[in-house]
């Protein structure tokens, strides 16, 4: 049986008011940093947090505690439903909106564990595809990327040193849940990445608006060489005419690590120089470039498509 009625948290006046101010402060990252915690807003990213621990056991659970209306647990079903069995504290709007970094946190707050493993782990899975974030300043992108990184079906994500940190609230929020999904490794190192990347013969794709690669062209050299090993004759598909599969280009099936830069920069001399490829996302219209988030879905997609195919 659900119970959504219980005791409420209605004022942040004492002795609720040490609870409040010690929630908020994980909004700040030297408080997350110091405890090791972080904050999940709304009641998608709260959901997708309780799913993992549903698949954990003992010690290894992600959520710490949770605080939520009864209204916003009552009108979610499946909110109402993983909560069976969880301890959850009522509390009022106006205390959630205290503890949260938004004003209004959809009815429904969690205190989480950290998620992030280290890198052997990630290598030691042989990955086939992983999504690099190098020195991605804004929360919002960093949020996007990770989300596509989890649509498309990537291994795990990366975020070298210098890199905004992924439990900022609003990077959490831009995850929508997928901060759950997939291993996530921060603050790594980016020449010890490369190097053991490279040793368990992962291929490094820069996204790199001057690449000489362009990602339409190895799609189609990808999409080529699949119908040829499967019989399928040219005329039956629609390549480009006098299309030559270059074996000194890179291919998109095998497995591999894309970078993509800083927002305002790019990649660097060092992140570029230690790159086996360069790949640009061609543009037919007039944009000077594409958002760091939008271009890293479209290269991991094209991965993922063709390692699927």
Same mark, same amino acid.
């Given at each position: 049986?659900?119970?959504?009625?219980?005791?409420?948290?209605?004022?942040?006046?004492?002795?609720?008011?040490?609870?409040?101010?010690?929630?908020?402060? =994980?909004? @700040?990252?030297?408080? $997350?940093?110091?405890?090791?915690?972080? %904050? &999940?807003?709304?009641?998608? +990213? /709260?959901?997708?947090?309780?799913?993992?621990?549903?698949?954990?056991?003992?010690?290894?659970?992600?959520?710490?505690?949770?605080?939520?209306?009864?209204?916003?647990?009552?009108?979610?079903?499946?909110?109402?439903?993983? =909560?069976? @069995?969880?301890?959850? $504290?009522?509390?009022?709007?106006?205390? %959630? &909106?205290?503890?949260?970094? +938004? /004003?209004?946190?959809?009815?429904?707050?969690?205190?989480?564990?950290?998620?992030?493993?280290?890198?052997?782990?990630?290598?030691?899975?042989?990955?086939?595809?992983?999504?690099?974030?190098?020195?991605?300043?804004?929360?919002?992108?960093?949020?996007?990327?990770?989300?596509?990184?989890?649509?498309?079906? &990537?291994?795990?994500?990366?975020?070298?040193?210098?890199?905004?940190?992924?439990?900022?609230?609003?990077?959490?929020?831009?995850?929508?849940?997928?901060?759950?999904?997939?291993?996530?490794?921060?603050?790594?190192?980016?020449?010890?990445?490369?190097?053991?990347?490279?040793?368990?013969?992962?291929?490094?794709?820069?996204?790199?608006?001057?690449?000489?690669?362009?990602?339409?062209?190895?799609?189609?050299?990808?999409?080529?060489?699949?119908?040829?090993?499967?019989?399928?004759?040219?005329?039956?598909?629609?390549?480009?005419?006098?299309?030559?599969?270059?074996?000194?280009?890179?291919?998109?099936?095998?497995?591999?690590?894309?970078?993509?830069?800083?927002?305002?920069?790019?990649?660097?001399?060092?992140?570029?120089?230690?790159?086996?490829?360069?790949?640009?996302?061609?543009?037919?219209?007039?944009?000077?470039?594409?958002?760091?988030?939008?271009?890293?879905?479209?290269?991991?997609?094209?991965?993922?498509?063709?390692?699927?195919?």
């Amino acid at each position: 049986m659900h119970n959504t009625e219980r005791p409420q948290i209605a004022s942040m006046s004492n002795p609720s008011a040490d609870r409040v101010k010690d929630v908020a402060q =994980l909004s @700040g990252r030297s408080a $997350r940093s110091r405890r090791g915690l972080f %904050l &999940a807003e709304g009641p998608q +990213t /709260v959901k997708e947090a309780l799913k993992l621990d549903r698949t954990r056991c003992g010690s290894g659970k992600v959520v710490v505690e949770i605080y939520a209306t009864a209204a916003s647990v009552k009108r979610d079903p499946e909110l109402l439903e993983l =909560l069976n @069995g969880v301890p959850w $504290r009522a509390a009022s709007d106006e205390v %959630l &909106a205290a503890m949260a970094d +938004t /004003v209004n946190p959809q009815g429904v707050v969690a205190v989480c564990h950290k998620v992030d493993v280290s890198l052997q782990s990630v290598l030691d899975r042989q990955p086939r595809l992983i999504a690099v974030m190098c020195r991605v300043q804004d929360p919002g992108n960093a949020g996007t990327i990770l989300r596509a990184a989890d649509s498309a079906g &990537a291994d795990a994500i990366i975020l070298t040193s210098g890199s905004v940190d992924i439990y900022n609230p609003k990077a959490v929020r831009s995850t929508v849940g997928s901060l759950f999904h997939l291993p996530v490794v921060v603050g790594q190192d980016f020449n010890v990445l490369v190097a053991q990347a490279g040793q368990i013969g992962l291929v490094s794709l820069a996204a790199d608006g001057y690449g000489s690669e362009d990602l339409d062209t190895l799609q189609d050299e990808s999409a080529e060489r699949y119908y040829k090993a499967h019989g399928i004759r040219a005329a039956e598909i629609a390549m480009p005419q006098n299309s030559r599969v270059d074996a000194a280009r890179p291919r998109l099936e095998d497995p591999s690590f894309w970078l993509f830069g800083n927002e305002a920069k790019g990649l660097n001399g060092e992140e570029l120089g230690a790159s086996r490829f360069r790949v640009a996302v061609p543009l037919y219209g007039r944009a000077e470039s594409l958002n760091v988030g939008t271009a890293a879905t479209v290269c991991l997609y094209a991965s993922a498509r063709a390692q699927r195919r």
